[in-house]
């Protein structure tokens, strides 16, 4: 079984809320993998394909995202959410 393991600090203006998060649980179902997210220096997990979990952590801008993924896909699935983070959420300004 294949696992991966990143982090990535979020940048967008209002954090890992709302259409950040929506856009974030949305690509994490795309992978078969079992994907979970923290925030630096929590100890809970959450998994990532759960907008009310995503939601509830409150990530603002400037924490880094801790990543983790287990099963198929797990580096690609790693990759693709760093990268959707690294590019803002697809969204300008």
Known sequence: ?????DEVTIRHPTGLHARPAVKFTKL??????AIRL??????AWVDAKSIVKVMALK????TTL???AEGDGA???VAAL???VERNFDEDG
């Open 59 to 62: 990530l603002r801008t400037g």
């Open 82 to 84: 760093r990268g959707l």
């Open 66 to 68: 801790e990543l983790e």
């Open 1 to 5: 079984m294949s696992a991966a393991r």
């Open 38 to 43: 923290r925030g630096s220096g929590e100890a």
């Open 28 to 33: 994490a179902k795309t992978y078969p993998a």
């Open 75 to 77: 580096d690609e699935a």
